[in-house]
Each structure stands twice: as C-alpha cells, then as structure tokens.
C-alpha cells in the first residue's frame, strides 16, 4: 500500500511554492537556510551563489527538487495556518473555546487545549466552514501535534468513512 504524503506534500506545486516564496520574504534567516539545504542536494550550485539568487527562483528550485526537510515542511505549514490563512485555525479554536489571539495560542496555555469534546465541535465547525482545506488543516494537526487534540484523529476518520 503506498504511503500517503505529508500533508506540507499534499499540497498542491503552486501552493507549495508560494509558501516557501512567503518563508523567503518573511523570515531573515531562510534565505540562507534553504540555499545550504538546496546545496546540499547537489547540482553543481555552492549556497554562496544560490543566496544571491532573486527569492522567486531561489524558491522555485527549492521547491522542485524538494529540498525541504520535515521541519521545513512543518514550520511552512505553521505559516500557512498561522500567518498566511488563520482562518481555518480561528474557527477551530473559538469552536473548540481554546484562548488565542487571532489564531496564535498563547505560548503558556499547556496541552491538550481542549477536551475530546471541544476537540470533535472545532473539527465539524471547519469541515462544514472550510471543506477540504479544512481537511487538510485538520490532518496536519493530527499528524504534527495529536497529543494536543485528543480524539481528532478518531473525529477525522469517521468523516473519511462517511463520504
């Protein structure tokens, strides 16, 4: 049976890219980080010459050879959810009465954040505001950060089984 991909490689190419495109205009450090990674990979491009790269290309090699590390692709989902698109991850949490501030969840509140309860409230208010985008949202949190979301694993397998 073939493994399913991580939610970060479920995304689609294009989305893939604007979000490294974001990382790269939003955070100092990534420019450097993702050249040495790119270099990493090989290619004949020492990261000294991939840096000076404009962002756009830079991003879009990135992106094609799939030089993203798994917390590349867990700290580009946090900009998705938390920055980019907080949307999804405000309903969540006003749906499962979790404190934030716009989508941000307080760096002192301890998991879980909510009982299996609120946990199956949040997840049936995004699947019914958002779609598949909230789908997408709510298999990264199982797959990065279940033990804060008790039972969101079991609330998402009984919507796959009901389709």
Excluded: C
């Amino acid at each position: 049976m073939a493994k399913s991909p991580t939610p970060y490689r479920a995304l689609t190419p294009e989305r893939r890219l604007s979000l490294v495109t974001s990382a790269l205009a939003k955070h100092k450090g990534a420019r450097t980080l993702y050249s040495q990674r790119l270099a990493a990979k090989g290619g004949g491009f020492r990261a000294a010459t991939l840096v000076s790269w404009p962002v756009d290309k830079l991003a879009r090699e990135f992106v094609r050879l799939n030089a993203q590390t798994p917390q590349d692709e867990l700290e580009l989902l946090q900009l998705l959810y938390v920055d980019l698109e907080p949307q999804i991850q405000i309903t969540f949490l006003e749906t499962a009465g979790v404190k934030h501030d716009a989508g941000v969840i307080p760096e002192d509140l301890e998991p879980p954040y909510a009982d299996a309860e609120a946990v199956a409230r949040g997840a049936a208010a995004v699947l019914t505001q958002h779609g598949d985008e909230g789908r997408h949202y709510l298999r990264t949190l199982v797959v990065y950060n279940l033990p804060s979301w008790p039972g969101l694993d079991t609330e998402l397998e009984k919507t796959e089984t009901a389709s």
